[in-house]
């Protein structure tokens, strides 16, 4: 009993033995990470299409729930790049932007997806994430990024411009070039090629300089704080907002509020497969990242009580004026690096943000949304990676299909319909794989009692025996390819008699390829040729004897294939033999 | 050029040899082959909705073509009863029975079915049929069967009645039990017992009375025959159509006309997902009836020149008043069995019946219905098999559910989603397997180089070693799955020194397993513990050495489990060794 409840409320067993020295690290890290998130969350929300606030109250209390639920020690949980793409994606579908209802579908997406996440994980079905394969992660994060970095252009240049594929996108912006705003554009390019300037070129500026890795660290972090204060700074010295800078503006200065998602069917219907979608991207972004850090301490995550950790945190999210959130990889990353030891880290960022959500929101009043928009565009432009196209072109054609077909897709259609397309053809290029298995023709090496292949070596065969290896499991797919196949060699080879299926690579015969192997014995049979098989493995074997096969089998089943060469071979060529 | 010639008109190479015994077997098979298809073909004709020569016309032009360009010898072409029952639901949603609108709809179904055959076969996509598991099948087949036999019983009893499910069905034959016609029972029980007995009782009676096997065959094949003889000659001698016994009528006596399919766009939209099932599940009958019967001679079938066969009968179906056609099981062993050498038999066959469909239609008048039902009932319950059912639960949980999920969609909600929801759900299913795959933890035989699964044998390990045999192929479903089970095993065994993967039944690495492979050394680096890997196939390790995770490993790469062991375990416990 005590046992179950320490496995669905983790904070059972680290807060069990928690110390001072746990406290104060947790607390350096709290520090550090609340520093980064304040004009991090503000962007999302920005990018998100929410009001400023909303980004903030998103990582107050989900962040608690996960500590709760979570078991992962290190990981922040919060708004994410991509997943605020997807969600002004959802809901951008169901609301105009502004309105109160585009506030309350996210609230709707966020109770969804947290729903969801909690089903999967009580049912135990996290599984269901290795569906999204990691080229088309790849494709997805890659082609999300140019996404989002062209849907910040707008702000950065002054403009109103909207649409959500690639096309649409450039077309609006284009469109309205003539809209651009100076003031904007000189904050929004300053601010940009500083952050990427801090990114590239400061770390290595202050190592030279002699600082430790950790102070370049935390000084390359505190970028984003730097650009925000003093473009914050510019527009109120210069009244910038009165020549058309668009900025923050108020904030309510307020603990997250109570609020309540929409349980509108429709409105449940209509954000019901993007809730899904979210909660799955999002949950492979977080067990990556949990698993990672994770591993450095040997600490062990239960994927499925991630599943209800993140499933609580989005329900959190749906109930304090948020909208969807996930592990985040470099808040995360920021927080194990600063020493976090338990999630109550997490909670002292929490709390941390909470007094910022307090105290600190009229500082960002003057703040231009052209500086968010900076820190997103470099942020996610480092999540842009195209050489997994040249890594997959050179290690497997299909993985790179699926590589370009998901990019493509996601830039063309959009997000949903992008990752969605990766997903279904990753799955019918495998099947398609399996359907045409590898199989060798093997013959035995001289000498050894090994068997290889006889276009790769030289080997000794038997005209009347024919040893075919295959290298996949046997199932309804590529079944009848082994009937072809069959056929096609059994009409060549009049002075046939033995078929020998060396079983080796065979780790399932389902019932259809039970079905093909006796048609196959049955057609055999008819020839006058024999059926073996050797090497069957044993729970191939255990469910092999509960059927009529290997009765009506006309040949034998051989524990390996030398005895199977040894009792049907003729004696090899006496000349060969001597050699 | 010659030989592409004769790939794809195999004609020119069993014509060149055509000789006089070929003409006298061919002859033969003909003649009894038509004798049989005479009220088989009004019957199909009958269950699809369609007027009675249709069945016939399906049977003529589409076998001549198939003779042209199909590669089984013994295969006969024409209507048959699963694709009768697909084209009436297919064509009942889009056009009312007895209008014009049908048998154009029947004839655009027949044409999509034969352009789609056709195009599979000229791009050489038969492996698509093998995503029809044979569970799948088997299940289709079995509901198809119910189904049929329920949607006569109305002819057989003299009602009115419709429905496409079997709710819908068994609902309204109750609804208009009150309008039974007496005369008509009599005629349809009478003859479905009739027709049962013959199948049932009149082969072993002949047998027993010291006929030979080839004539209590054909005896009983001549039962449909008997049945219309007397039924009609009863309905003419009785008057009976005057008492409300449903009859064939008027027949067109008439060689098959010139018809054009519909080429409306909406009606071509509407038609094309059925098009496709109905070819799909068409082929496969088609092409394991032509297997069979091909073993057992030694011939070969081209699968893809089988597409180009049956596309061309179907596109003759739909210019000559036919509708959707295929290879069918009892009409092809009944030719086969006759003795038909050569496709020449098939086109004796349509002589046959193109002079039945001149000369014999006048006396099919008075010919019931219901005795056309009889048959169809007593035909298809042959199809109807529960056993799959048994045999695929004692063999795989998996496959069962596969059957029973198709069965019963396939009867509570039509044919077309039910075949529709077995194919994706045995993907799901198989998908799901591969997910979790089997994966032994192996010691050594002692005394032997062999290793095996440590639960199931009494195997020698070393406690610094963890040797893990997975037996499936790693891709992106189940390639964190491994990273899972590694995480769990290595923070629980704090002596691990080393990690071996044995992967002799791992036939494909794809780039997402790679990818888990990199941060799986990558975490087992940080903890100081190797990870090695055996026995890997030439194909995957051709691939591998093309990756950088070969230059990463922290440990080695041994071409055998023996090797490796001998390499990193500690010299056996003395005392053990001395055992």
Same mark, same amino acid.
């Given at each position: ?45 920005? /990018? ?16 608690? /729930? ?32 502004? =309105? ?44 999300? &990024? ?15 411009? &909207?649409? #959500? ?5 450039? *077309?609006?912006?284009?469109? #309205? ?14 601010? =940009? ?28 972090? +505190? ?13 109120? +010295?210069?009244?910038?907002?009165? !020549? ?13 509020? /109570? ?65 969807? %959130? =996930? ?64 890594? =997959? ?10 590589? +370009? ?32 298995? #590898? %199989? ?6 001289? &000498? ?44 060549? *080879?009049?002075?046939?008699? !033995? ?32 059926? #073996? /098989? ?20 006309? *040949? ?24």
């Amino acid at each position: 009993m005590k046992s179950r409840f320490a496995r669905y409320l983790p904070i059972l067993t680290w807060g069990r033995h928690y110390d001072r020295s746990a406290l104060t690290n947790d607390l350096v890290a709290a520090v550090i990470v609340t520093i980064m998130l304040i004009p991090q969350s503000l962007a999302y929300a920005l /990018l998100a299409g929410l009001p400023p606030e909303a980004g903030i109250y998103a990582s107050i209390a989900p962040i608690l /729930l996960y500590a709760v639920f979570g078991t992962s020690r290190a990981l922040a949980v919060g708004p994410v790049a991509v997943i605020s793409l997807l969600t002004a994606s959802a809901i951008g579908q169901v609301a105009e932007q502004g =309105t109160a209802g585009y506030a309350v579908a996210a609230l709707t997406l966020a109770g969804l997806s947290g729903g969801f996440l909690l089903l999967l994980g009580v049912f135990r079905l996290g599984f269901l994430a290795n569906f999204l394969s990691h080229p088309v992660i790849a494709g997805f994060i890659t082609a999300s &990024g140019i996404l989002i970095a062209t849907s910040q252009l707008k702000h950065i240049l002054g403009i109103e411009a &909207g649409g #959500h594929t690639l096309i649409e996108m450039v *077309g609006a912006l284009l469109s #309205h070039l003539g809209q651009i705003n100076p003031a904007t554009v000189i904050i929004g390019v300053t601010a =940009t090629a500083f952050l990427f300037w801090v990114r590239k070129g400061l770390k290595p500026l202050l190592r030279k300089m002699g600082a430790g890795p950790l102070l370049a660290d935390i000084a390359t972090k +505190a970028g984003p704080v730097a650009a925000v204060v003093a473009t914050t700074l510019a527009v109120w +010295a210069f009244d910038l907002a009165e !020549h058309g800078v668009s900025i923050v503006g108020e904030v309510p200065q307020a603990l997250p509020p /109570l609020t309540l998602p929409g349980f509108a069917p429709d409105l449940m219907r209509q954000l019901a497969i993007p809730a899904i979608l979210i909660s799955i991207i999002g949950f492979v972004e977080s067990i990556s990242v949990a698993q990672t850090l994770a591993a450095k301490k040997r600490q062990r995550i239960d994927p499925n009580q991630e599943l209800i950790g993140l499933g609580a945190a989005n329900l959190g999210a749906a109930f304090t004026g948020g909208y969807p %959130v =996930t592990g985040g990889f470099a808040r995360s990353v920021v927080n194990f690096d600063a020493g976090a030891e338990t999630p109550a880290a997490g909670a002292f960022t929490a709390v941390g943000l909470a007094i910022a959500a307090v105290a600190l929101t009229p500082l960002v009043y003057y703040l231009p949304n052209a500086t968010l928009a900076a820190t997103i565009v470099v942020a996610v432009l480092s999540l842009v990676d195209f050489s997994i196209l040249r890594k =997959t072109w050179s290690y497997s054609r299909a993985d790179f299909i699926a590589v +370009a077909a998901t990019i493509l897709l996601t830039l063309m259609l959009g997000v949903e319909i992008g990752v969605a397309c990766g997903v279904i053809l990753s799955i019918a290029l495998h099947l398609y794989k399996t359907s045409r298995p #590898h %199989v060798a023709e093997v013959g035995l090496v001289p &000498g050894t009692n090994h068997f290889r292949n006889i276009n790769r070596h030289d080997v000794q065969t038997d005209p009347e025996i024919l040893t075919l290896r295959v290298d996949e499991s046997l199932y309804f797919v590529n079944a009848r390819f082994l009937e072809d196949l069959l056929q096609d060699r059994v009409v060549d *080879g009049d002075a046939l008699r !033995h078929v020998i299926l060396m079983c080796s690579a065979v780790n399932e015969i389902d019932y259809s390829a039970l079905e093909s192997l006796e048609a196959i014995n049955h057609r055999l049979t008819d020839l006058g040729v024999g059926l #073996h /098989l050797t090497e069957v493995k044993g729970p191939v074997m255990d469910r092999l004897k509960t059927t009529h096969l290997l009765d009506h089998l006309n *040949g034998r089943v051989f524990l390996s294939q030398y005895d199977a060469w040894k009792a049907l071979a003729k004696p090899a060529d006496p000349a060969k033999a001597a050699e």
